[in-house]
């Protein structure tokens, strides 16, 4: 709520009297006459004092520094290190042709965390008090990401367009009006393929669940639950870590237990395998539901031609294989120009989707650029259709959640295809979100 933010801002100021009268010595006499200082990378302008850049932690008259975390290297999840290098890419578009924004250039320090949430906590700590970056973007991981959440809040660092869709970030943003989404949260798209299932499959269907045994997972297992009708009945559970090698075992025991369709909350690394598993060790062509996260072209190759076919998931973006739509057209243009010759795919997409929706911010932001104007940039946000993007984002004050449409999606002919109507729970916080909630409409 905008009367949070007020609090904490009016705390910041007469915190920073305060230190400012320690700095100059006690007039009182009352014997304290501390010594204390305030640096550039402690201190922003207040609202009663004139804007000056060099009060602003990671910005100058020509630069932002941005920060981010991400699985570069010694993890499965490494996979989805083409997120960044796509968003620089953008970003280095921007700069190039158009002057960056507000005549700053977009400079990002990406750092790898290994997925690996000590790791989190150590590069975060460096991004913020030795690099002095303005905000963190995209910071990819639930569980790494949990770790420094509350860290970025307590330095009122700007927390923008999180590459999980956790609820935790999305679910009371007058808790932390710093932190912002960028996919649909866990618990939403749950209930959306909660609800495919339950209107395609007739009464009795067995329903094999497998998640990932953390807020990812746990987040998407809440949503099916919450919208699976009672005609369908779950016969597994079936958990597993993400150090874990495979998830086969745990496809055995859906198998087992009876399971008709099986829907899986996994990563990239450990999906292709499983499904590989049912069809060519088990022969088993049991339908597979699967969240977004996974829904990508580098599953489909990983896990062999044909294997994927037919298992459905949903989307947010207009697919790689659209090759005639103007942003898919303008992508292929960016991996062109400005990467190493990326083929294009789900990720490499999502990674120009942030860069979008981050100039988008620092333009309506202007050029006084501070991180509290940056926050209430963010949630001015209306309408906003990346060249990308199927769906608007529309922010504010109560709603920090950027995708709040989606499409369901099927793999044909070994590529992933859109397919029926827009599914939108516009405005809606997790938690409070019911199947009366999910509003459909024709897709252009």
Not at 167 to 194: C, H, S
Not at 215 to 221: A, I, P, S
Not at 310 to 317: L, R
Not at 403 to 414: H, I, K
């Amino acid at each position: 709520m905008r009367t949070s933010r007020t609090l904490w801002l009016l705390a910041f100021v007469v915190a920073l009297v305060a230190l400012l009268a320690v700095a100059c010595g006690d007039d009182d006499g009352d014997g304290n006459g501390g010594e204390a200082t305030a640096t550039p990378q402690d201190v922003e302008p207040t609202a009663a004092e004139p804007f000056d850049v060099a009060n602003v932690p990671g910005v100058t008259d020509t630069e932002i520094t941005l920060g981010t975390h991400q699985p570069l290297s010694n993890h499965p999840a490494q996979v989805f290190s083409r997120i960044a290098a796509v968003t620089e890419a953008y970003f280095d578009f921007i700069n190039e042709t158009q002057g960056g924004v507000h005549g700053r250039k977009i400079n990002v320090i990406v750092k790898d965390d290994q997925y690996t949430p000590s790791i989190t906590n150590t590069v975060i700590r460096e991004l913020v008090e030795q690099d002095g970056v303005f905000a963190i973007l995209s910071g990819l991981g639930t569980a790494t990401h949990l770790t420094v959440v509350d860290y970025l809040l307590d330095r009122g660092v700007p927390d923008m367009f999180m590459s999980t869709g956790s609820v935790e970030w999305v679910k009371d943003p007058a808790a932390r009006p710093n932190v912002f989404g960028a996919i649909p949260n866990y618990t939403a798209e749950g209930m959306i393929l909660a609800q495919y299932i339950s209107d395609t499959y007739p009464a009795g269907t067995k329903l094999g669940i497998i998640f990932q045994n953390d807020e990812f997972g746990l987040d998407g297992v809440v949503g099916i639950k919450r919208a699976l009708s009672d005609d369908i009945e779950i016969v597994a559970e079936e958990s597993y870590e993400v150090t874990d090698p495979d998830i086969n075992s745990q496809i055995d025991l859906t198998r087992s237990a009876g399971s008709d369709v099986v829907i899986i909350y996994a990563l990239p690394s450990h999906v292709p395998s499983a499904v590989r598993h049912a069809r060519q060790d088990l022969d088993w062509d049991v339908p597979f539901v699967i969240t977004g996260i996974s829904a990508n072209e580098i599953t489909i190759n990983l896990a062999g031609e044909g294997v994927m076919e037919g298992t459905v998931s949903v989307s947010i973006f207009h697919q790689v294989s659209e090759v005639e739509h103007p942003g898919i057209i303008a992508h292929l243009e960016l991996l062109a120009d400005y990467t190493d010759g990326f083929g294009a795919n789900f990720l490499t997409i999502y990674g120009q989707y942030i860069g979008e929706l981050m100039v988008e911010t620092l333009e309506r932001a202007g050029p006084e650029l501070t991180r509290e104007g940056l926050i209430a940039a963010a949630e001015s946000i209306t309408d906003f259709v990346c060249s990308v993007c199927l769906f608007s984002v529309n922010l504010s004050a109560t709603d920090h959640d950027s995708a709040q449409t989606v499409s369901l999606s099927q793999v044909v002919d070994n590529q992933f295809v859109n397919f029926g109507d827009l599914i939108s729970w516009e405005g809606v916080l997790p938690g409070d979100l019911t199947l009366d909630d999910l509003v459909t409409s024709p897709a252009e």
